[in-house]
């Protein structure tokens, strides 16, 4: 890993003046030799990360992944007119749930970096993936932006509905953050339009009291009986970055699994039990 960045930080805006290009250093006594411009460290460690063999495996199980499931019902083409090579129903989009604070923390910089190589891989363009985690800085904000990306401004706990084929990215999240996920694409047709992208179920489940992961993640405990889970590999030196991650995807036929009662009407999570967490809860 080569990102040197920590203990620099994003040059703000300055009060009624144009955004300064530069990036000034911190005042902190840890600080580094030179101010890091972070959109240019993320894009040095995305050519770093496309050269790494790691790469060449996920890439190849994320487009594998799902391959295989029928295309969703077609929609309405983009300008209404059929002036259009690729149907709505199947242009991929992509949605980035806590990514954490890039300026300040590498492993959440390589995530970054990842998921711009992502969405080169899956041809998503950087304006249909939309980034939230309630700790962005209005600094890391900019960046996104400088970036291309759409930055999200509500927080939805996750609840984000697929009407088109979508990948989500978690990476390192809170369980509720999956649950309250697939809680809201629970039902037949949604389920098999996400492509997860970050933690193992099977290591949730493992490492969670089973009558806990019933109760308190339920929607978690039914997927790892119905999902496709491919494991991700994960080189030594980037356990902290990169562990754990598996790309997760629900074939149509494997829903009929479960019995239909299961989709009727599936109960909003609450969490009533649930003393840590692990997720920033919206307003409402
Ligand atoms: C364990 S940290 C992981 C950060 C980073 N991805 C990493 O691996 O170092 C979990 C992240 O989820 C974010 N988070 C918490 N609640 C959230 C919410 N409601 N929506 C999106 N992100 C949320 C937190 O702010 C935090 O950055």
């Known amino acids: 890993m080569s990102d040197t960045g920590d203990g620099w930080q994003i040059a703000r805006r300055r009060k009624g003046g144009r955004r300064s290009k530069t ?3 911190c005042l902190s006594s840890a600080c580094c030799p030179e101010p890091l411009d972070v959109s240019r460290v993320v894009r040095r460690v995305r050519s770093e990360l496309r050269c790494e063999e790691f790469w060449d495996k996920w890439r190849e199980q994320i487009l594998v992944a799902g391959s295989s499931a029928p295309n969703p019902p077609e929609s309405k083409d983009r300008d209404g007119e059929g002036n259009t090579d690729v149907p709505v129903s199947q242009q991929w989009e992509c949605i980035c749930y806590g990514l954490g604070s890039f300026s300040s923390s590498v492993s959440a910089r390589y995530q970054l970096a990842m998921l711009l190589l992502l969405l080169d891989a899956k041809q998503i363009s950087v304006k249909d993936c939309s980034v939230y985690d309630p700790v962005f800085t209005s600094g890391e904000i900019d960046v996104l932006r400088e970036l291309g990306l759409t930055v999200l401004t509500d927080n939805e706990e996750g609840k984000r509905l697929s009407t088109r084929p979508t990948v989500f990215y978690l990476m390192h999240c809170g369980k509720a953050l999956y649950n309250n996920l697939l809680w809201k694409n629970w039902s037949k047709k949604c389920l098999p ?3 997860i992208i970050g933690n193992s179920f099977t290591s949730m489940k493992e490492r969670t009291l ?5 109760r308190d993640y339920s929607y978690i405990a039914l997927a790892t009986a119905i999902c ?3 494991r991700l590999p994960c080189p030594s030196r ?16 494997s829903l009929n699994s479960l019995p239909q009662s299961t989709w009727t009407d599936p109960p909003e999570p609450e969490y009533h039990h649930v003393s840590d967490l692990e997720i920033i809860r919206g307003g409402n």
């Open 23 to 25: 990036c000034q250093p």
């Open 228 to 230: 496709q889970e491919r």
């Open 193 to 195: 339009l996400m492509k």
């Open 238 to 253: 980037m356990v902290d970055v990169f562990s754990d991650t598996a790309v997760i995807t629900f074939a149509a036929h």
């Open 210 to 214: 089973e009558r806990e992961f019933k």
